[in-house]
T-cell receptor
């Protein structure tokens, strides 16, 4: 595709529900990142994949958050038992590789999650 | 831990003014610094990327400077227009090394309003 796409663009969940957010990176991009952006704040790192390997999940705020990229392409961020503090925009970014020459990240439009 | 601060948090100017947005970071071991634009409900659009070895980058009416040793960057917007109204975010990437983090660390942004 032409860019990074994310779905759904908007999601409203009742507290306690599970949600799944999808990211389609640019075709051929090896690296994939998830960020969380609270209202009025900058994005904060959640997790990073290189192909299907999750190399860094240090930013995941709790064990209710889980991300996967089983075939090294599409990624899903899952949030179990959603809480109001999970309300945020979730941004996905991909980059061609992980080396100095292929590092620039391209961002998707984000999924706005509202937990009521 | 890297911290990025942006001042001011919000700025309102009349059309035609030149303006400066500020970004500071605590750890000077960066690989590059990037300025993004974010429109309401949209993802991030990259404006300028400055490598750590560079002092400035220019694109049209935008000029970004970097003083790595002092941990500062500025984004200069000349002859501002109402279409420049958006949130401007700066982000830094750490220096590359084996096993190092690759995610961006963002500031909280400056919300710019250019009045007609």
């Amino acid at each position: 595709g032409a860019g990074v796409s994310q779905s759904p663009r908007y999601k409203v969940a009742k507290r306690g529900q599970d949600v799944a957010l999808r990211c389609d990176p640019i075709s051929g991009h090896v690296s994939l990142f998830w960020y969380q952006q609270a209202l009025g704040q900058g994005p904060e790192f959640l997790t990073y994949f290189q192909n299907e390997a999750q190399l860094d999940k240090s930013g995941l705020p709790s064990d209710r958050f889980f991300a996967e990229r089983p075939e090294g392409s599409v990624s899903t961020l899952k949030i179990q038992r959603t809480q109001q503090e999970d309300s945020a925009v979730y941004l996905c970014a991909s980059s061609l590789g992980w080396s100095e020459s292929s590092y620039e990240q391209y961002f998707g439009p984000g999924t706005r999650l509202t937990v009521t | 831990k890297q911290e990025v601060t942006q001042i001011p948090a919000a700025l309102s100017v009349p059309e035609g003014e030149n303006l400066v947005l500020n970004c500071s970071f605590t750890d000077s071991a960066i690989y590059n610094l990037q300025w993004f634009r974010q429109d309401p409900g949209k993802g991030l659009t990259s404006l300028l990327l400055i490598q750590s070895s560079q002092r400035e980058q220019t694109s049209g009416r935008l000029n970004a400077s970097l003083d790595k040793s002092s941990g500062r960057s500025t984004l200069y917007i000349a002859a501002s227009q109402p279409g420049d109204s958006a949130t401007y975010l700066c982000a830094v990437r750490p220096e590359f090394s084996s096993g190092s983090a690759r995610q961006l660390t963002f500031g909280s942004g400056t919300q710019l309003t250019v009045l007609p």
